[in-house]
T-cell receptor, first 118, second 113 residues
Framework: AQKITQTQPGMFVQEKEAVTLDCTYD???????LFWYKQPSSGEMIFLIY??????QNATEGRYSLNFQKARKSANLVISASQLGDSTMYFC???????????????FGQGTILTVHP | GAGVSQSPSNKVTEKGKDVELRCDPI?????LYWYRQSLGQGLEFLIY????????KSGLPSDRFSAERTGGSVSTLTIQRTQQEDSAVYLC???????????FGQGTRLTVV
């Protein structure tokens, strides 16, 4: 069984500063994928970034980077230069195997609400 | 449209009634998923379709829940004899074979009164 833990129900950050949202995971699979999504008030989950378990480099997508520490089973999201529009709910998730061979079923954490202050 | 479309966006139903929730995935996406999100919670997997078949139905909470997919496209999630605990947002997602990320619809907010 897989489990995702997000220990921060809420986080606050000053505009233009960086913020780290924590995510730890538990799985017995050797191959897996880690995802971050955000969920604005409209309800849809918006994909932010992906890290495969065999990827040696940390994933980056614009202002988003994923701090992947495999031995510690953590996959923290770092948002640089926070913007007021970043204020929303963020979810960490994992799939059973990395890349196209997975059928993509996701296990989600409980989410972290990020508030960016001006 | 270009994204995943779900209808209705909101549904209020009386306890004991049946409801149908619809999902139109992105064209060409063979994988389709249904998730449920209760208030303030993360998403809970319900069912996965590959084409018209459902190799993983392990998340369906009871036999009151069923889903089908036709033509490798539209999917319908049916909840029979709704209960108050079925109140949640039901999200649908689709994914292209070989790609990693799934794209989500905006969900159907179901309220059972």
């Amino acid at each position: 069984a897989q489990k995702i833990t997000q220990t921060q129900p809420g986080m606050f950050v000053q505009e233009k500063e960086a913020v780290t949202l924590d995510c730890t995971y538990d799985t017995s699979d050797q191959s897996y994928g880690l995802f971050w999504y955000k969920q604005p008030s409209s309800g849809e989950m918006i994909f932010l970034i992906y890290q495969g378990s065999y990827d040696e480099q940390n994933a980056t997508e614009g202002r988003y980077s994923l701090n992947f520490q495999k031995a510690r089973k953590s996959a923290n999201l770092v948002i640089s230069a926070s913007q007021l529009g970043d204020s929303t709910m963020y979810f960490c998730a994992m799939s059973a195997s990395a890349g196209g061979t997975s059928y993509g079923k996701l296990t989600f954490g409980q989410g972290t609400i990020l508030t960016v202050h001006p | 449209g270009a994204g995943v479309s779900q209808s209705p966006s909101n549904k209020v139903t009386e306890k004991g009634k049946d409801v149908e929730l619809r999902c139109d995935p992105i064209s060409g996406h063979t994988a389709l998923y249904w998730y449920r999100q209760s208030l303030g919670q993360g998403l809970e997997f319900l069912i996965y379709f590959q084409g018209n078949s459902a190799p993983d139905k392990s998340g369906l909470p009871s036999d009151r829940f069923s889903a089908e997919r036709t033509g490798g496209s539209v999917s319908t999630l049916t909840i029979q004899r709704t209960q108050q605990e079925d109140s949640a947002v039901y999200l649908c997602a689709s994914r292209r074979q070989g790609n990693t990320e799934a794209f989500f619809g905006q969900g159907t907010r179901l309220t059972v009164v």
